[in-house]
């Protein structure tokens, strides 16, 4: 897991942390299969327009712990951002794109969402993946998690924290360098007065980098606001925050005001947003299946598309790539598409190399494992998640074992956990060492892979996991793994 990446909002991942050790709080109460829907409003007033961020963010509570005690909890958000722009004519180097947002689509896959584990006291300890928002405002898992505080009136930390620009989102493309910047980060919190039996804190920001420009700090963040917290379930009830974002650089500055509102729904208001995503989504769902419905290629359009393939302007090659990823393998051709597209996984434009390993999912066979094994180890982490798709497609031990040894990976390890249950029971091998792996979030994952593919050969390892694994979570899991290959027994039997 990267270390160099902003992990904050509002309160840091440190200062929740911080908290634990002294503070004693409301406890989060859990229950498997409980929702918590958040409703999201964040503003920022750029020189040249206003970007509004709105939706709904969704916490679900897969299963409970309570040894720990702690909960495995699912996550997404379907927030989007609209922007209007003002009237205003702009110059200098920050607005030469202001088309050009780096966040435009910051919608998590609500086909799956993230998985995250949530300690009783208000801890995100487990997360698989980063969805940053913009304006440094950190990951969105974090709107309605936070540590509280209940006895403690008043304290302070700070910590030097390491700015990696590609991660904290500025509002402009090129609006800042990709180097590593230091900080010093501030927070001060207080207790307020209850509301309506609600935990409430006051929280004060301070972001302070140590690069200057002209005497000044390239980056200043400000912020203050309030944190509430539900008395039922002692989840985050509304977080109100506002922020003042200060950057300088190439003599010129930019002033951004950042307001943050999240408020939990009540059942009813609940269950409507519920509603209107699982309908959005069913509609997307179908309209993405009849996009992307395989289409028959002839002879003549496959040379075609190959051509393209060879082409020197990079449109075409993705063009071409496209074309091949939604068609229907044509078995006489489809070595030679294969191999036709195993280079472009290296092509120096990113778009190229995206799409070709989406291609290779489709028309990739036996003899493309070793490339693919390349893919994977690549340093463009969407090669590699492109090439484990694509493995999963090759029903091959070999396959299996590249795959499975990406699962400690939190980066790739949903394409991985997927592939090797689309591998299917060849990939069993692969999978049983992971169930020794040192990372429990690891051995969670081997065990819904055997769940899926596993057969009596998994039944030993899985019950030893069930009764002597440390982490109540991997051990419910195992559990199920257990009843699930049992049951597919039965059913052939």
Not at 128 to 142: I, R, S, V
Not at 300 to 315: C, G, M, P, V, Y
Request: charged fraction near 20%; aromatic fraction near 6%.
């Amino acid at each position: 897991m990267a270390t160099s990446r902003v992990h904050r909002l509002f309160l840091s991942a440190f200062l929740m942390t911080f908290l634990s050790a002294i503070v004693s709080r409301a406890e989060y109460h859990f229950s498997a299969n409980h929702r918590m829907v958040y409703d999201v409003k964040i503003t920022a007033e750029l020189p040249d327009q206003k970007q509004t961020i709105s939706g709904n963010l969704f916490y679900t509570i897969k299963s409970v712990d309570p040894s720990e005690p702690q909960a495995s909890v699912n996550f997404f958000t379907t927030l989007h951002l609209n922007s209007s722009f003002s009237s205003n004519q702009h110059n200098g180097p920050f607005f030469q794109n202001s088309s050009v947002l780096p966040f435009a689509n910051i919608g998590i896959d609500l086909s799956r969402g993230r998985d995250i584990v949530v300690s009783q006291s208000g801890r995100v300890i487990e997360y698989g993946a980063e969805d940053q928002l913009p304006y440094m405002l950190g990951n969105a898992w974090d709107l309605g998690v936070a540590s509280s505080p209940s006895d403690q009136k008043q304290s302070n930390t700070q910590q030097i924290i390491d700015l990696q620009n590609r991660f904290s989102n500025f509002p402009r493309a090129g609006f800042a360098s990709q180097e590593h910047r230091t900080a010093m980060e501030s927070v001060s919190y207080s207790s307020a007065a209850p509301r309506d039996g609600a935990h409430v804190i006051d929280v004060k920001y301070q972001l302070v980098s140590d690069e200057t420009s002209n005497g000044a700090s390239v980056i200043r963040d400000t912020g203050s606001g309030q944190i509430a917290f539900d008395p039922q379930s002692g989840w985050v009830q509304t977080r109100d925050m506002s922020y003042h974002i200060l950057y300088r650089q190439n003599h010129v500055t930019m002033d951004i005001p950042v307001e943050v509102h999240v408020k939990l729904l009540g059942s009813a208001e609940a269950q409507h947003a519920w509603q209107m995503h699982q309908d959005a989504f069913a509609l997307a769902m179908k309209e993405q299946a009849e996009r992307n419905a395989p289409k028959l290629l002839d002879n003549d359009s496959i040379t075609a598309a190959l051509e393209k393939l060879t082409s020197q302007d990079a449109f075409k090659v993705r063009d071409a790539c496209e074309q091949l990823e939604h068609a229907i393998v044509v078995k006489s051709r489809q070595s030679e598409v294969a191999r036709a597209l195993e280079p472009l996984m290296k092509h120096s434009e990113e778009m190229v190399r995206i799409e070709s390993t989406k291609a290779l999912a489709v028309w990739a066979e036996r003899k493309n494992i070793p490339s693919l094994s390349e893919g994977v180890h690549s340093t463009d982490i969407f090669v590699r998640q492109g090439a484990i798709e694509a493995l999963g497609h090759i029903h091959d031990r070999r396959a299996a074992e590249i795959v499975a040894s990406q699962l400690p990976d939190n980066q790739v390890q949903f394409q991985a956990e997927q592939a090797l249950i689309s591998i299917g029971p060849v990939a069993e091998p692969a999978v049983l060492p992971m169930l020794k792996n040192e990372n429990w979030v690891t051995r969670l994952s081997a065990c819904k892979i055997l769940a899926a593919i596993g057969t009596q050969h998994s039944l030993g390892d899985l019950q030893t996991v069930s009764n002597k694994d440390d982490n109540g979570l991997v051990s419910q899991e195992a559990d199920k793994a257990e009843q699930a290959i049992r049951d597919r027994a039965e059913s052939k039997s």
